[in-house]
Nanobody, 125 residues
Framework: VQLQASGGGLVQAGDSLRLSCAAS????????VAWFRQAPGKDREFVAA????????YYGDSVKGRFTISRDNAKSTVYLQMNSLKREDTAVYYCAADRSLITSSIAYADHYDYWGQGTQVTVSS
């Protein structure tokens, strides 16, 4: 499956942004999908994940209550709604997918087999 992340941009602190992760080649319905982000000079950080059926979601501590992950399997797309953006949310955001992810591994980048190219999110104060 090929993943295409989009929706990044330059926004001000407090603004909202919605990222999309669209799949091609195969339907995304059979995959758990996550968003990770990486800021310059920092390690890749888990942001959010959603299981295949969409009934379970998981969030990194730094985004809980502000970000929401959702999916539309009919469109083979996963979304990341980001509200109340902060300067520290500035990073390249990547979506990733895996067919056989277990809950205990969902926050670990090494467990994902498929990655999109990343989309830049810049939050100015």
């Amino acid at each position: 499956v090929q993943l295409q992340a989009s929706g990044g941009g330059l926004v001000q602190a407090g603004d909202s942004l919605r990222l999309s992760c669209a799949a091609s080649g195969r339907t995304l319905s059979g995959y758990s999908v996550a968003w990770f982000r990486q800021a310059p000079g920092k390690d890749r950080e888990f942001v959010a994940a959603i299981k295949r059926a969409g009934d379970s979601t998981y969030y990194g501590d730094s985004v809980k209550g502000r970000f929401t992950i959702s999916r539309d399997n009919a469109k083979s797309t996963v979304y990341l709604q980001m509200n109340s953006l902060k300067r520290e949310d500035t990073a390249v955001y990547y979506c990733a997918a895996d067919r056989s992810l277990i809950t205990s591994s969902i926050a670990y980048a090494d467990h994902y087999d498929y990655w999109g190219q990343g989309t830049q999110v810049t939050v100015s104060s």
